[in-house]
């Protein structure tokens, strides 16, 4: 199946690296316009530059926790790119803490971005072009940890269960509106936040051990998805959870 995003207006919110960057990437690959959008003004200038050499793309610095920003941030990309037909909310961040260890600070600030920054992106996408156009594809990346429990990862948890519900909820709200909201469940994927705990063996073997398919996912396999998940091949499919994930959740 050839996927082909031609003239789509396309945002990624935690583009400048990792996941974010991967998707940016193959959505500007299949045509695509995009608008990548990171907090990280360096990081964003050189992600923007990679991105430019697989198509259109331009970037536009924005931290997801400032909420009032977000809107007038995406006005500013309609005016230049033009109406906003997908938005990838890939921004995200992960403290290690048990239960017991939770702080109101760390709690604040994984969901600050992990899920009122996301649900905040996605209103503003859909307000601003996708409800008065009725048509539109948001992917909001969440984790498998979102469907299921991790030792020494509360918060992260809590929000990406956050993200899944939201998803849920948008896709009924929004229906009428021809605007299909899905998530994606990833496992371990090998970026630059998680590199520094899969370089330690045991715990590699571990998360090896758990997944059926015995390999960890690669950017490419989510970025796959979600361009998947935004293109007309995926036009019936609304409010699902979609693990990639070599079949951790399912044990």
């Not at 601003?128 to 048509?135: A, E, G, H, L, V």
Request: proline share 3%; aromatic share 6%.
């Amino acid at each position: 199946m050839n996927i082909r995003l031609d003239n789509k207006v396309a945002i990624v919110t935690g583009a400048a690296s990792g996941i974010g960057l991967a998707c940016a990437e193959l959505l500007a690959e299949s045509g695509a316009k995009i608008a990548l959008v990171d907090m990280n003004a360096e990081n964003l200038a050189k992600a923007t530059k990679q991105v430019q050499e697989k198509g259109i793309a331009r970037g536009y610095q924005l931290d997801v926790t400032n909420t009032p920003a977000i809107a007038s941030t995406f006005s500013h990309i309609r005016q230049e790119l033009g109406e906003i037909d997908i938005l990838v909310c890939s921004a995200g961040i992960n403290i290690r803490q048990a239960a017991h260890e939770v702080t109101e600070a760390a709690w604040d600030a994984i969901m600050s971005v992990n899920t009122k920054g996301l649900f905040f992106c996605n209103q503003a996408a859909a307000v601003q072009s996708m409800i008065p156009r009725k048509s539109g594809a948001i992917v909001n990346i969440a984790s498998t940890m979102g469907l299921v429990g991790a030792a020494e990862r509360t918060s992260y948890c809590t929000s990406k269960g956050g993200v899944v519900q939201l998803t849920r909820q948008e896709a009924i709200d929004w229906a009428p509106y021809n605007i299909r909201v899905n998530a994606i469940a990833p496992t371990y994927v090998l970026t630059d936040l998680t590199r520094s705990i899969l370089a330690d063996p045991q715990f590699k073997t571990w998360v090896l051990d758990n997944t059926p398919l015995h390999r960890l996912a690669t950017v490419d396999d989510v970025a796959a998805t979600t361009c998947f998940l935004a293109s007309d091949a995926a036009k019936m499919i609304t409010g699902v959870i979609l693990p990639v994930d070599g079949g951790w959740t399912a044990h």
